[in-house]
């Protein structure tokens, strides 16, 4: 089930950034995971939901978008 949250911190260079959950934990994605817009048009601020994983490195946000998901 999708969950919400907003950008926190975008390293664009580097193509990576933080989303802050509504309970205080942030959450790193990558350039790959942004399903819509393009990672380059995301900012600080916007409101997005995303998938959390559990990686090798600890949770993650996959399948990030602005909007609604669709077949999620």
Do not use: C, W
Request: net charge negative.
């Amino acid at each position: 089930m999708p969950q919400h949250g907003t950008i926190a911190r975008l390293f664009a260079d580097e193509g990576y950034g933080f989303i802050e959950t509504p309970d205080g934990r942030e959450l790193y994605f990558s350039r790959e995971n942004v399903l819509h817009p393009a990672f380059e048009q995301l900012t600080s601020g916007t409101e997005v939901q995303f998938l959390e994983e559990l990686a090798a490195e600890g949770p993650q946000a996959k399948r990030v978008s602005v909007g609604k998901h669709h077949g999620a």
